[in-house]
């Protein structure tokens, strides 16, 4: 308890130290942390720049966890605004390298024998040194294969899991208390995080996904993924062909090499949508880092990537509602975005339709003005998710990975070719990808695989009915009693920011916390 309250001092002041509490100013609070506001000695610090930029500050200070928190944050528009979102996606978890003599023990003691009767050519100094892990390179004895060897940080999972454990005590403690909290459900938000933190810890989850991939991409030219040696693999180890090629932004390196630009950019966005639509298995983290291009044929150039510790994928719902939104975007037609994010339930099913259909226009309209090469489709998603927080956005976490996805690709693409237009490959794919999936022999085959399940359902409609008949009659009853209350709940949401709210709520957290504990 000591340490978790000394972690929390740590925190809070850090939080102040960055001048966080500038953005309470405009809210009722308690006296008492008024009081102490007013009185704290971290007023001598500048609050100059913006407050992303000093939320970005504050994370790096606290370290490869928060950092890594304030990434999935950047990702979020349901949770925080897009100029905070801007800040924060520029966050870096580059870390000094530990002990090179540490990482070789973790090395020896995960392949259970000594270093050189695996390995020759081992070289002590590091690649790259990140918050999980670090990467070195070597040569298998037994293959003469050149490979990296990824080694995760020694004592990080016992790190992670402390921050974790006291953000979710933190989490519950307010969706107790602030109404705001259990709306954002801040205990599923700190759930997505640990799920996708602990998912980076374990190497052999890592491997999976690059075998999945490697299998997806069999025999296709536009995506080579490096091989992975499971023998060698563990919890904390991972061993995976060394691959060639010149990082994607490294513009004027492959111009030097006569590389298709063009090819190349067009190459990127046909990648995203067969991970996405036929695959439904894609690589989340695609950022200039984790991607290089095979040059040895620049007429037909391939991508390379690597890291595949976030991986992506969405349900058949999700598959076809972003199918049909992208298609609905490209042909201006704001109704069925409108209809779409409600239907789906991502925006408060009691969403007047014409209400959120306006908000769409107004965000989406001047962005059509320019030429469509300019256009990027997934800002535009971004815009559309971010004009739709008032109206209670909820996204899965699944749709934010997809949608952080399209920005790195297509981002990357026009960096590639300026003139890249998306859409004139996207579109005629969707149309058809829709047209194949959901025609009548399709649903036909679907229906027959499923109709079993169907056949028991049919058994039980009697009973169900029944029961939903009772809950109607319960919900009706419930709704004429709560209307007033609900109305005047939402009227309140509706007229506060939630980045604002959630600063709130996690200073009043905090002090209390310290209080109580």
Request: glycine share 4%; with cysteine; net charge negative.
């Amino acid at each position: 308890m000591l340490k978790d309250s000394l972690r929390l001092i740590k925190i809070l002041h850090t939080l102040l130290k960055a001048r966080l509490d500038k953005e309470l100013n405009e809210f009722d609070k308690p006296s008492f942390i008024s009081f102490l506001l007013f009185i704290s000695p971290w007023r001598m610090y500048s609050a100059k720049a913006s407050s992303g930029e000093r939320l970005r500050i504050a994370l790096e200070d606290l370290g490869p966890i928060f950092i890594k928190f304030g990434q999935l944050l950047s990702t979020r528009p349901d949770v925080v605004p897009a100029e905070i979102a801007k800040s924060l996606k520029v966050l870096q978890d580059d870390l000094p390298h530990f002990s090179d003599k540490d990482a070789i023990k973790i090395i020896e003691r995960e392949l259970g024998s000594d270093i050189s009767s695996v390995f020759e050519g081992f070289d002590p100094s590091p690649l790259a040194a990140a918050s999980i892990a670090q990467v070195y390179s070597a040569k298998l004895k037994e293959s003469q294969k050149e490979v990296v060897i990824k080694v995760v940080r020694p004592g990080i999972k016992k790190i992670i899991l402390s921050d974790i454990s006291l953000m979710r005590r933190i989490a519950i403690f307010a969706e107790k208390r602030f109404e705001d909290a259990k709306r954002l459900q801040l205990s599923r938000l700190v759930a997505e995080y640990e799920a996708v933190i602990l998912s980076e810890l374990d190497m052999r989850l890592e491997a999976s996904n690059i075998k999945q991939t490697r299998r997806n991409f069999e025999g296709n030219n536009l995506l080579y993924v490096p091989d992975v040696y499971l023998d060698y693999c563990s919890e904390n180890l991972l061993i995976m062909e060394k691959i060639e090629g010149v990082p994607v932004d490294r513009i004027d390196t492959l111009n030097d090499l006569g590389v298709d630009l063009k090819l190349v950019a067009e190459r990127g966005v046909e990648i995203f949508l067969k991970q996405v639509f036929i695959d439904n298995f894609f690589h989340a983290d695609m950022h200039p880092g984790n991607i290089f291009i095979d040059s040895k044929n620049p007429s037909d150039p391939a991508y390379v990537a690597v890291d595949y510790a976030i991986v992506g994928s969405l349900s058949e719902e999700e598959q076809y509602q972003i199918g049909r939104m992208l298609v609905a975007v490209i042909g201006r037609d704001f109704k069925e975005v409108a209809n779409i994010l409600i239907e789906s339930k991502w925006v408060n099913p009691e969403t007047r339709l014409n209400d959120l259909e306006n908000t769409i226009r107004a965000a989406c309209e001047p962005i059509f003005d320019q030429p469509m090469e300019k256009i990027n489709f997934g800002e535009m998603l971004l815009f559309i998710f971010e004009s739709a927080r008032r109206f209670d956005l909820r996204m899965q976490p699944s749709l934010m990975l997809l949608q952080k996805t399209l920005v790195n690709i297509e981002g990357l693409g026009k960096q590639l070719y300026p003139a890249l237009d998306f859409w004139s490959i996207a579109n005629p794919f969707l149309k058809n990808w829709i047209s194949e999936r959901y025609n009548p022999k399709k649903l036909a085959e679907w229906a027959k695989k499923n109709s079993l399940i169907w056949i028991e359902k049919a058994r039980k409609f009697p009973e169900i009915a029944d029961t939903a008949l009772e809950q109607v009659s319960k919900l009706e009853e419930y709704q004429n009693a709560n209307e007033e209350r609900h109305e005047q709940l939402m009227s309140k949401i509706y007229q506060q920011s939630r980045f604002n709210n959630i600063l709130l709520i996690i200073f009043v957290i905090l002090i209390l916390f310290l209080i109580i504990t």
